[in-house]
């Protein structure tokens, strides 16, 4: 089922043509130990499988054999865009392939991608919901039939297994399906987008990983469509689908934020393959919004439950906080993109915080339960899922096995197995380090191969030790980024020297390196005491405890017998490091009495208080039903 | 149509057999002028033919004609429940019709009486959503068909006509649909309720205006039914419908919030009827749990727009508050009869707040406009709605004419053309006053006689004169409500002596009146700095203005130009009293700088602020788009 045109150079998900930064691919960074080689592990060993048996038994798959023996109009399992979870297993299937000879896991793909195929439909469409006997037509709801969504995680599929070189078997379904879309809804096609994007962004990296501009021209042509109210409204109105105003006319992230941010990701995307600064800067723009008024200290977006969407500036509930696991995925998406076009570390900065405090807040701990949405504060201990149990609510009580709509595992597994392609970039005459874990990593550079190794226990540890494998025999630079939180506290030592930060969100080491050499990054990760913007209502009066990169909260779990979060108070000045993450005295707070909760100003609270354990968000509710919360009412005067 | 077994006493809205009061029915007392008056004059002037005539214009009268042609299957407008519109826009008229004579609404209220009988069925079943040709089976859909919702809403406009005593024709619609309910769901009938409570306390007071206790025990049935999972359960839980845990074994007001709330109603009614102190305490606790950790200060419940609900306990955020306009009427249902039944006079307090600052916020000064949802904060100003769009979002930004669930201003007009029911009680030897206004009170008690006229400005003055016109020769009691905000601050003069209250909530005057005497309440309302419960996260920090009843709000409408209510902090010791409300002063927060809203406490505000009004919470949004707060951040140290 090969064809000669479909190989596409090695790399890893975004390989843009060109940019300020060059991505290294799967071949060029790999983790080989720490805590993200851990995650890796348990995605490999776990979480995919887990996804399999789960769509398996939930019907998902069996809705592509349904289709290839013409039954599916009989019965069909599963929301619209169930497809879409089948893709996501392939791209994730197929980077972890890349990473490492699995012999068996690369039986169970063949397998499954044969399943899909089989599916497609003889002019190239292929999805399950749509089109057969006795389905609604093709393309009969733009707003919520997610056919494009879809037919775009097919193509990042066939994306990473074109970069990571096996066979062509599902790239040759991507370009037929690719070649259907461009006849549907191209130049001479229909005037239509997709209520979810995502197409944009696949089609313009199927376009990169194929050669073909023709896609590059249909993602061009989905990004300027949308803003002029081609979508019916729903009730949260056009900005939910963003198809309010145009992308390169908007000033900030609104409405559904997985669209949103998926949106960003494939505008920026045709922005940069066009040279259209304007677009670009847009979006760039959008994101400077976003962070600074919608974003939670956990990197995650999206504070209404209802419409899944960004709140209003500064509107930032941590008890209602949706952050949603795929919101951070495509935050993850839209900021290495911006990453890689300007190397400003701001965007590197963020992707390291929502990586760590979101996305990994996601999967329990043995990588058989998740978190769809994340919240900050959890007033009421939820109940043990049960493992069999199918979950209808997206909302955050406690990690479930699957849910309905189900979207957050298999995001979370295809980008635990590329998440090496997120760690390191390089220029003509240098590297670059954005993210900080145990890794070796070989590229070429224009002066020569360069070839270096990586270790630390970070995020554990502050330390950072580089080792220069192989350099040229020219001055190239090797850069660490700072991040915002480290400031002018960080250093770097090596070859008889210290540097110290400044606040440029970079220390960079332009030398002749040499084989052996040896630099030690140090970065201040004792835990600090952290303060929000005053127009964020939801937190005031309250600090968060953060430690280098990492979000702590208190949970119920460590504190006294009896005591929730939602009654106490801490001392700020009592702040101490522990092992597990930070440690401050928490008291009982007095409270209000009577009928009425309003009325007389409360008396200050009397309670002693204990020394309570803090530990990283991420890992909350491994440990059972809690409570918890990551903002700490300070004692009130 | 008239049959005579279908001749009720008179009386308003609830006429329990036995209660420690005895509530007033329209005919003994009458609002004669001020505040109220002016509300129910709007009523009958704007709001009841705005109602009229929007129902008119989406169809939703029509489809009574529709179901009487044979036609209703072949199209029908609205959701499953609008025709519940129509009924409790009849019961509105009834009682309209009942305060006064107005021949011309007469003609109109006999006009849709009659096209609703028209499309009763033989049997007696009336509704036009399911059970006629092309059309749902009837009662197929128990969780969100609303077919028992609609029949109950029928039942309290024929309640509201047998009490006001004209005419039996809707009475006899109602009756032949009640005996179509016992036949249905009675103890032969099918074993299921209704998704939305409403019918239980509907056939309850059907049954005490009737005398007929097969419809009282239809509505035991129906809630002692409740809670044992016979509905589906929805993805916001089997809470959502109260279907969790039995109505006399829950602790607190849960899931969404008129649900919950008309089922606590109905409960009490079968719990007054059947001395089922068992069950009437559960309620009450309930309400005092709910009052105490689950309503906002406006009286407002419902802390989630997603699943319109009650969060958890002290998750009451201002800026996603829903704090339904339906749900506020509720509430006054509900404290209303643990009113009756208990005395107490905590009742009557939250029933004053909720109706001055919950159900009297949702009307547009004009009438022709309305709040579905009550935010507490408004953080971006709306855009006018236009008058002739019906609004497809129930969410706070503007008052809209007419929503596409529209439930909120028929439920208003009934409960202002009502409004008089709840301001005064009697017992066999007394006189209460829970509310204050323009009225004349005349009732007969065990010793004869009583005929008193109260005098006030209130809410915008704290005095209240009473001026006996008539009172029996023998010693009786007349009592004023003293709300706990007023606490030993009120004063009541009369016959040479001055009273000062305790904390009992009443102020009695036992005592042989004659005829003129006069006695004075003076109510401290000057404004007043309220500070709300620590435990309430989302407002922590910040303070509330109120004067007397009336919560108090900031509007942008009142700032400098370019001031929004976001980014401001007031003194809070510089409150001062003004004509409308009060004033304090307001200064613009020094912002946080940088791109991340989070890191080191931003420095202390050096604006030195202006003096800014505060107005009426009720009456924002009346002066065009603006930005709202009720919950003022005070000046950080």
Redesign the interface.
């Known amino acids: 089922m090969s064809s000669p045109d479909l190989v596409a150079e090695r790399g890893g998900p975004v390989v843009p043509s060109r940019s300020a930064l060059r991505p290294l691919g799967p071949d060029e960074v790999r983790i080989i130990g720490g805590f993200w080689a851990d995650k890796q592990e348990l995605n490999a060993s776990a979480i995919l499988p887990h996804c399999e048996t789960w769509m398996e038994r939930v019907g998902w798959t069996t809705n592509f054999d349904r289709v290839a023996t013409g039954t599916i109009g009989e019965h069909r399992d599963g929301i619209e865009f169930v497809d879409s979870e089948i893709y996501k297993l392939l791209e994730a299937m197929a980077w972890e392939l890349g990473r490492r000879t699995q012999p068996e896991l690369d039986v169970r793909y063949r397998a499954l991608v044969a399943r899909v195929a089989a599916a497609q439909d003889d002019d190239g469409y292929l999805g399950t919901a749509f089109g057969h006997p006795g389905q609604p037509p093709r393309y009969s709801d733009m707003e919520f039939g997610h056919e494009l969504y879809c037919a775009g995680f097919l193509l990042q599929a066939a994306v990473a297994r074109l970069r990571t070189g096996f066979d062509d078997d599902l790239p040759a379904v991507a370009r037929r399906l690719a070649d259907h879309l461009v006849r549907e809804f191209g130049p001479h096609g229909r005037v239509a987008i997709c209520g979810h994007p995502e197409v944009e962004a696949a089609l313009a990296e199927f376009s990169r990983a194929t050669g073909d501009t023709r896609y590059l021209e249909l993602a061009r042509l989905f990004v300027d469509r949308r803003g002029h109210g081609l979508l019916d ?1 729903v ?3 056009r900005e939910y689908f963003q198809d309010d105003v145009p992308v390169r006319d908007a000033v900030t992230m609104r409405g559904h934020a997985v669209r949103a941010l998926y949106l960003a990701a494939g505008a920026l995307d045709v922005a940069v393959e066009s040279g259209d600064d304007q677009l670009a800067e847009a979006v760039a723009r959008q994101w ?1 919004s976003g ?3 919608r ?1 939670y ?1 956990t990197g995650g977006v999206g504070s ?3 419409d899944e969407a960004y ?5 930032l ?4 906080a949706y952050a949603e696991t795929c919101a951070g995925i495509a935050s993850v998406m839209v900021s290495w993109r911006l990453l890689l076009r300007s190397g400003d570390s ?1 965007y590197a ?1 963020l992707i390291e915080r929502t990586l760590l405090n979101t996305i990994m807040a996601s999967p329990r701990e043995d990588g058989r339960a998740f978190f769809y949405s994340n919240t900050l ?1 959890q ?2 201990p939820g109940e043990q899922i049960l493992d069999n149990e199918l979950n ?2 997206a909302e955050t009580i406690m990690r479930a096995p699957w849910f309905r709509v189900s979207c957050c595992p298999t995001n979370l597994a295809r980008t635990l197995a590329s998440v090496s392609g997120y760690f390191a970039t390089a220029t003509d005459h240098g590297v670059q380090l954005h993210q900080y874990g145990d890794l070796v990593l070989c590229t070429e550079l224009a002066s020569g191969p360069v070839s270096l190794r990586v270790e630390t226990e970070y995020p554990r540890s502050g330390r950072v030790t580089v080792t220069i494998e192989a350099a040229p025999a020219h001055e190239i630079s090797l850069s660490f980024r700072i991040p ?2 480290a400031g002018d506290r960080a250093t770097l030592s090596g070859a008889g020297t210290t540097l110290t930060a400044s606040t440029s969100g970079w220390l960079e080491v332009p030398k002749v390196f040499s084989a052996g050499e040896v630099w030690v990054l140090e970065l201040p990760i004792e835990p600090r005491i ?13 600090v ?1 405890v953060e430690r280098g990169p990492l979000v702590l909260a208190l949970e119920s779990t460590d504190l006294p017998r009896g005591w929730t979060v ?2 106490i ?1 801490v001392e700020e000045n009592t702040l101490a490091t522990t092992e597990q993450g930070a440690r401050l005295r928490v008291r009982r ?4 009495s ?9 008396p200050a609270t009397q309670d002693d208080g204990i020394e309570a354990d803090l530990r990283p968000y991420a890992e909350w509710a491994n440990r059972g039903p809690s409570t918890m919360r990551v ?1 700490l ?1 300070t004692v ?2």
């Open positions: 409204p009730r949260y109105g400077t962070v600074a008024r974003t200290i209404h439950h209802q709140g209003d500036d500064f509107e509930p941590p008890d209602r701001r900065d504060h007033r009421t209808d609510r915002a939180w952290t303060w929000p913007d005053p127009r964020i209502d939801a937190v005031r009066g309250s968060a939602n009654d108070e707070r007095t409270a209000g009577g009928l009425w909760p309003y009325g007389s100003r409360t903002w009412p009130s005067s």
